[in-house]
């Protein structure tokens, strides 16, 4: 068994015959319409990235809205209850308290 | 042989063609019928050497922005499109390669030494061609490549190896190695470059 099949004709091929297949204008449609389909595929996937884009945003951009609040508040009473001088304000409301039967708020200052 | 100024002719047609796809007609109607031959060697079917031929101006077309100019004719650009789509045929197909060659171009190639041959012998006979069509068919398909190219297609080394993508040398070995096996195996002495 050979590599590769090897035969041997009689006759060149007929210009003619070859004639026969060629045909630019054919081409020519073909390539008009290949461009046309790449232009489209190439336009959705511009669209697609665009779209895949805004939708990764908009998740983030809810995601970050939804943990702002919690990280606000926590961070919040995390540095009341943790400064230096958190001991001596508490001290000071409950004093305030005592003194204008008011309602003290943690930072120090009265509502009556 | 192109000369350097019909090389840089051909190439400006290929660069407007890269706008204009009217421009590439020229070079399509120029190179059609060889490279149409080309892989008509290489299939030995009509319908399917059209297709493959309609696909390789279609590429080069798609592609003619790309092209870099190195030196080799824009034909040596369509050879090597057209070898690459017939390769790709045969990988998808999983099919081995068929070499379909002219008897006459064998003929003209080959030059029966007499000297090497019994008195009476004819020169070329029905036996040797099948003897060669046999000993070619276990000629590795890279060595067959460069035959074909360099004795019926005519082309020299340099666009032979920027068709196949190898090295210039690389080309000259595999033709030279063919070369030698056929002498050793046929008594026969061969045109080549005008030396035999």
Known sequence: ?112 | MLSEDDIRKEYAILERSGKNAQAFGELYERYFDRIFNFIYRQTDDEDLTADLCSQTFLNALKNANRFEFRGVPVSAWFYRIASNEVNKHYRKLKKEKVFSIEEVLVKELIEISNDNLPTGQAGWSEELALKLVEYMKELPTDMLEVLQLRFFEDKDFKEIAYILSISESGAKMRTYRALDRLRKNFNISIKYDGKK
């Open chain 1, 1 to 112: 068994m050979g590599r590769n099949e090897i035969r041997l004709r009689k006759q060149r091929l007929n210009p003619r015959r070859i004639a026969r297949y060629r045909n630019y204008t054919k081409l020519l449609r073909q390539h008009h319409r290949d461009s046309r389909w790449r232009l489209v595929i190439r336009t959705l996937t511009y669209i697609l990235i665009v779209v895949f884009l805004l939708i990764f945003f908009l998740i983030v951009l809810n995601w970050q809205k939804k943990r702002n609040p919690d990280i606000a508040n926590d961070s919040v009473s995390s540095s009341l209850y943790r400064s230096p001088g958190n001991s001596s304000r508490m001290e000071a409301s409950n004093q305030g308290v005592k003194n204008n039967r008011g309602i003290a708020s943690p930072t120090g200052f009265s509502l009556t």
